[in-house]
């Protein structure tokens, strides 16, 4: 781990984000079933119900959720790891990658509850975090102290 001094607070990260959109993906299948509408003909003949249209409005959000997710995380998730293979620091990483988390958390919440202007707010932090990741790693192969 010496040679990559922040791959555990990497590991740690990718698990907790892959643990969120796990739950995301648990409170959406919660949600449609509750909801009885299904948009997929299978799934509806499974639950012995019409195929609609539109999804229920809740089902949706979590739909927009999960996009959002797909859109942000994996480029956060590759800015962290370049930085980690780059050896960036520990605690570096500690606060980068564990406020992200934080701010991903709360976007996903903020987000299914509908309220702005927070929704915007976590987003941008998120976003902001991530090309701080990027930076920093920049830094370390084209900073004053590179080699």
Same mark, same amino acid.
């Given at each position: 781990?010496?040679?990559?001094?922040?791959?555990?607070?990497?590991?740690?990260?990718? +698990?907790? =984000?892959?643990?969120? %959109?796990?739950?995301?993906?648990?409170?959406?299948? @919660? /949600? &449609?079933?509750? $909801?009885?509408?299904?948009?997929?003909?299978?799934? +509806?003949? =499974?639950?012995?119900? %019409?195929?609609?249209?539109?999804?229920?409005?809740? @089902? /949706? &959000?979590?739909? $927009?959720?999960?996009?959002?997710?797909?859109?942000?995380?994996?480029?956060?998730?590759? %800015?962290?790891?370049?930085?980690?293979?780059?050896?960036? /620091?520990?605690?570096? $990483?500690?606060?980068?990658?564990?406020?992200?988390?934080?701010?991903?958390?709360?976007?996903?919440?903020?987000?299914?509850?509908?309220?702005?202007?927070?929704?915007?707010? $976590?987003?941008?932090?998120?976003?902001?975090?991530?090309?701080?990741?990027?930076?920093?790693?920049?830094?370390?192969?084209?900073?004053?102290?590179?080699?």
């Amino acid at each position: 781990m010496a040679t990559y001094p922040a791959l555990s607070t990497f590991v740690l990260a990718l +698990a907790a =984000l892959l643990l969120k %959109a796990t739950l995301l993906s648990a409170v959406q299948v @919660v /949600a &449609r079933l509750r $909801a009885r509408t299904f948009l997929i003909p299978e799934d +509806a003949r =499974l639950m012995r119900v %019409a195929v609609v249209e539109r999804e229920a409005p809740f @089902v /949706a &959000r979590c739909a $927009a959720v999960w996009r959002n997710d797909l859109e942000n995380i994996p480029f956060f998730l590759a %800015a962290a790891l370049a930085f980690t293979l780059s050896g960036g /620091a520990a605690n570096t $990483a500690a606060w980068l990658f564990g406020a992200y988390v934080a701010v991903r958390i709360m976007h996903t919440g903020i987000y299914l509850r509908g309220l702005q202007p927070w929704r915007a707010l $976590a987003f941008l932090t998120g976003l902001v975090l991530t090309w701080t990741v990027v930076i920093a790693t920049l830094g370390l192969h084209f900073g004053p102290h590179a080699i």
